[in-house]
């Protein structure tokens, strides 16, 4: 049996839109071919739908879309495996379930439940998905088929040290002796994360000795990337199919031929290396979010800096350099360095650039909030004035050129509070606030592997704010090289300032004083522009933190 | 056995301070003759901690917290149950548990388990709580006491008409036939929950003639304002006490004495009306987030509407009239009127009020746009930019002089998006945030009762933002006795627009464009202040919906 992996990028709410993706896919898999077709998790819908699911309305025209599908397919020689929610039947607990609908000739074969519901890092699936009945084994042409969706297939003894779940779905299905598995996901991207998935599913597979076929969302949905890189594996766990990674593609598996063993596999199988695949996760998660809102044009403020200087080259790649508009806003404290290499970078990039000063404006808010800062001396104060005043210039003309605003703010200074709320941190999405500040550095050298696109000379100089004369980032912060490290320790992995400072060798009180700054700036995170997520964990919807808090360190 | 009710009012993560709260209250209960001393959900730690629950250091304190609590506690003549999450055994699953900890003499007598976590709205409990096993009755001095923890008193089959699970831990206990029972809460205020709880208490008690005593959590911890209300039931379901809302309080109840009829209750079981005590919860709720975030004095940008003017009122009661300052800031467009209504307001208060025009730095910021705005006509851009310039006014206030700014968006304004990111949105706090605009009157009304507190002309003249000549807030939106309850369908109900338009006998076309700007406006309320609570469903952690999305409606 032929079976196709169809990779698409749908939108959440978009029924009509999603529908023709997947006929379009499913005729050509049919022309290729495949007695079934398989798409991704919630693929009707679009994932994740989050409180839409609360909806009896939008669950109602899921199922309706299910209808619809069912006979756009009626006269195709592809069966089609799709996911969508549906309304849960039983009298008790949530009102909907996450499924998989088998179509076969206009028929519903089959609607299966996902069992393994996870609710952590950025997954609230339990807040609307039933518990539902065991997974049956169900038959497509004589061949015994297991369908499970994503963490239906995360949760193997052998695999995991600790498990999150009592119940295997894939163990009680195996039971069945099934022929073919097929896993229908919805797996954000971030960096690692496609090996571990591999591996895993591969070792599912030399377990039950069961070929493995898992078809992956791809596409940007707010701040989570789906990655596709859908793959087949054999029963010897064995790769023998791979679709593409941050695209759309199609896949088809011949089980019953000879190349189910791993044979030539195509190049997208070669899988790039984590600085790459983060790269081009986030030029994906940038065009999808400004698509996907209806918005083609983009504005980025560049301070002469390596932030906003990798942000205007994701834009270009996301959207086109008609697309990305860079604005300069120099104040007294800019370097004349700044804006050279602002307008250096964008030529390098072929976008426009245009230049705003901002002096005039700082006097005038001087000016006006004398009376009241009589006898104060300078402070931060001033400093995120001139960042606000550069926020808001940004906001105007996103407001009359209907360009959104992409935030360039590093996971780094969003972790110790080093940016201004309504100053810096305005914008639509916050393109790398997932990436520490030496991840910055290691992608922009990376972008620069064949030619120069961010400037030499915005790589050299030493990071710096520019809001007072011969700022410095390390006025106020351990260099990168200390400070990253320690974040990443703490913010990601939840380890003691103790251990991280053993651990790294680090000054106890160091490491105490950056753990400060972390749980001061809780609410700066929490007023910030939705982060595209690269890592295990970001900042967002992933890490709930209360801001009123005592934090006895 | 004489059972004392400590309704105190934590701080997440202040293990010292909330332990000092504990072992004094629990002193004087001794002193009042109480056996028990009973504490709500999590008091040790705080509630709701969230992802620090994540963290094995944060759970590893909580285990020495209960250490010394029974240190404290070890020659008291009460014992004392309070609630505090602890790590979780299992090998398998979550990490954690939410526990009930009964100490006696320095001895821990029982450690039981939450068996309900809810995971809708604004609780996650799934996302950090292990199930585990059945609760047992416990005695002390050979009372058999029934100890539950909030959640698990709220699957009544009698009382809901649909269940969220399918076990009852109230039934399970009943069957040990226990004399009184005894839930311990961190239970969230929204207006018109307080009798909901009581009934629903109550239907338990009758059902199965066993008293019940429930001490809630009082205090605001964000956007969450607990209202404490603790009460006592006996075991026909009537109240025999009954503690304040919104303050700390302590209670002791006889069971054996024949006050455990219902008799002369206190002032507090006199409930205030809904408008009443929305408006406690929110003086609660700022004076809460202001001092728990280690602040005293906060700004209020006051535009002579009545919102702001609500807003400088809940200030002053929450925090006296010296730690208050109100700032008008007129542009070009703004009435006379506003400005001495609002100094009129700040009077009535005694408040400072100052003020700051806006005019040149208006001027200033048309003069720098001009060379990129060459050709354009002024549109809502212009509006947003003195709304802004307003913004980084205030917060150029904050940072110099450390006070909080407290944000006074209404509800139906945040719904359509009838407000301005980083410009009437900046603030740390929205305080009335989850008031639609008609309650907003309601409670300035109830406010001027005895005496003009708002004074009448805010009341009187129709709702302007005042951002270009003659500008009315119903030239953009249907007035807001037809905009509110479309929101209220929309927004807290999930009703369709069908449904609404028919139920309130709207024109569709009108309902169909409110819910069009409710889905646009999300990327807005993303990036919002949190917001204090008191409806059943609020913008913020409760109502999860991803922005970029195509809703078909």
Chains 1, 2 share one sequence.
Not at 88 to 115: M, P, S, W, Y
Not at 145 to 174: H, Q
Not at 274 to 300: N, Q
Not at 530 to 552: C, D, E, H, N, Y
């Amino acid at each position: 049996m032929k079976i196709a992996l169809a990779q698409i990028n749908p939108t959440v709410g978009d029924f009509t839109g999603n529908l023709e993706k997947i006929v379009a896919a499913s005729r050509r898999a049919a022309d290729l071919g495949a007695r079934l077709t398989v798409f991704s998790e919630l693929v009707i819908c679009g994932y994740p739908p989050a409180d839409f699911l609360e909806k009896p309305s939008f669950l109602a025209r899921c199922r309706t879309a299910v209808d619809e599908l069912a006979a756009a397919t009626a006269e195709m020689s592809t069966a089609v495996l799709a996911g969508v929610a549906l309304p849960a039947e039983g009298e008790t607990g949530k009102r909907a379930v996450n499924a998989a609908v088998l179509l076969d000739g206009g028929r519903l074969l089959l609607e299966q439940h996902k069992r393994l519901l996870p609710f952590y890092d950025v997954f609230d699936e339990q807040r609307y998905f039933a518990n539902t009945r065991p997974q049956q084994v169900v038959e497509l042409d004589g061949v015994r088929l297991a369908i499970t969706i994503c963490e239906d297939a995360w949760n193997d003894k052998g695999f995991w040290p600790r498990r999150l779940y009592t119940i295997d779905p894939v163990e009680e299905l195996m039971r069945q002796r099934p022929e073919v598995h097929i896993n229908l996901s919805s797996s954000p991207f971030w960096h690692s994360k496609r090996p571990i998935r591999r591996e895993m599913l591969a070792a599912i597979a030399r377990r039950h000795g069961v070929p493995v076929l898992m078809c992956n969302q791809v596409g940007g949905n707010d701040s989570l990337i789906f990655d596709g890189s859908s793959l087949a594996l054999n029963g010897s766990g064995e790769l023998i199919a791979q679709a593409a990674s941050f695209e759309e593609d199609l896949v088809v598996v011949d089980l019953g031929s000879p190349a189910s063993a791993p044979g030539n596999l195509p190049a997208a199988a070669a899988e790039e290396n984590d600085t790459a695949a983060a790269y081009h996760a986030l030029v994906l998660g940038t065009r999808d979010y400004v698509r996907k809102c209806g918005f083609r044009k983009v504005l980025v403020g560049l301070s002469g800096g390596i932030d906003s200087a990798l942000v205007a080259a994701i834009a270009k790649d996301a959207l086109g350099a008609e697309n990305v508009m860079g604005v300069g806003m120099p104040s007294p404290y800019s370097s004349a360095g700044s804006i050279d290499d602002s307008r250096q970078l964008a030529a390098n990039l072929g976008i426009r650039f245009e230049l705003i000063g901002i002096s005039g404006l700082f006097e005038e808010f001087t000016r006006t909030l004398e009376p009241l800062f009589a006898g104060m001396k300078p402070d931060t104060t001033e400093e995120n004035l001139q960042s606000r005043i550069r926020g808001s210039l940004l906001m105007a003309l996103s407001n009359k050129h209907g360009a959104l605003v992409l935030t360039t703010g590093n996971k780094s200074e969003m972790a110790v509070g080093y940016c201004t709320l309504y100053g810096d941190m305005v914008g639509a999405l916050a393109v790398i606030g997932d990436l520490v500040k030496t991840r910055v550095y290691a992608i922009c050298r990376w972008l620069n592997r064949d030619c120069e696109v961010i400037p030499r000379a915005i790589l050299e100089k030493p990071p710096s704010a520019e809001l007072r004369p011969d700022q410095k980032d390390t006025d106020s912060l351990p260099p990168y090289e200390i400070l990253d490290p320690i974040l990443e320790a703490y913010v990601e992995r939840y380890e003691t300032p103790e251990c991280i400072a053993k651990a790294y060798g680090f000054p106890l009180e160091i490491v105490e004083q950056v753990v400060r700054l972390v749980e001061r700036s809780e609410y700066k995170r929490q007023q910030a522009a939705p982060i595209l997520k690269v890592t295990a964990k970001s900042f967002g919807m992933g890490r709930r933190f209360p801001i009123a808090v005592k934090v006895q360190v």
